[in-house]
């Protein structure tokens, strides 16, 4: 089951699990599309492919929460 991290690693931006916008890599770290753009859709992180993160919402997202912790570092 993915983490779905709150924010996006490089901008701070809010993620929401229920909503589209979101890029992970294989890893899960996470990007919001601007980010995911800026680095041309390479993690800086593990040098693996950023790609579109499913969204979670209804029952499932009641039944497994998104992650609260925020990786973005100031």
Do not use: H, Q, W
């Amino acid at each position: 089951m993915l983490e779905m991290r709150p924010d996006c690693e490089r901008c701070g931006v809010d993620l929401p699990a229920d909503e589209a916008g979101a890029f992970i890599c294989s890893f899960e770290c996470s990007f919001c599309a601007e980010c995911a753009d800026a680095l041309d859709e390479l993690c800086p992180n593990c040098g693996g492919e950023l790609l579109d993160r499913p969204t979670r919402s209804g029952k499932a997202l009641r039944a497994y929460p998104a992650s609260t912790e925020r990786k973005f570092k100031r």
